[in-house]
DNA sequence: CTTGACCTTCCAGTCACTGGAACCTTTATA
DNA sequence: TATAAAGGTTCCAGTGACTGGAAGGTCAAG
């Protein structure tokens, strides 16, 4: 398989299977003899686990211990569960930030007419305010 | 006000102001005899607008934007709002996708039994699940 | 024979800082 | 007075995870 078709199969661009080589979340694949990158089936689903672990919000380093205990038939699935009730906790801590933000420009917002003068509570707050 | 004090009074990083400068945000300080920058009460006010700017999610270039309308006393309140808003709805898009993370996490978690054993419902899915 | 779609490498840019080196100035203390 | 700590200065590099683009090689079709 080259890079493209691999690629198209995995749902990740080409660049970013290059991406991964480069910084040793895959092994270099192995080249035909024109240099084409040659990919097979164990491949293709090693691109699949990266591609819906990264989807799940997990960063490459994470992805790269993931396929570890993924490979590592002697695992203890607490390790994963872990990893995974981490993630979720990250996940909360950013959406609970957000949502913090919404609030605050919600509020400013609120009071804000919107039409062609100038007055406007959303500077006026973010000038001063206790905000 | 030396850079150190102007940067604890806006709640920034003194290194933050420079690169602010370095990029344009805020003009160039003046400096002393010593080359030390030099700060008003003016360019503290400035710095916290685009503190609280900058925590309310706004980008820099879009802080830069915010800094002109509220320097323009000819703005339409309603440009601010547009922000405001466009920003809220970004919000709520990064929001409901990390909470799509979540749930997707927690859906994987749930047959995880989390012990000494290999068993692993979560790499099985990141495998090869339809999830 | 050429066109277009692939593939290759390498460098640079994104965003908003942050760390660190190497150096100078000011302030406080022994 | 010496010196050390705390502050200031510049500049370069790194972060994360790609992505764009240049410059070039390869391959299949018309």
Known sequence: MNIGEVANQAGVAPKTIRYYE???????????????????????????????????????????????????????????KAMATAKIDEIDRKIAALQAMKRAIRYLTANCHGDTRPECPILDELAGGRA
């Open 22 to 80: 480069s910084v040793g979340l895959i092994p270099a694949a192995t080249r035909r003899a024109n240099g084409y990158r040659d990919y097979r089936t164990a491949d293709l689903h090693t691109l699949r686990f990266i591609q819906r672990a990264r989807a799940l919000g997990f960063a490459v380093a994470e992805v790269e211990e993931l396929l570890t205990l993924w490979r590592n038939k002697r695992r203890k699935s607490s390790a994963v």
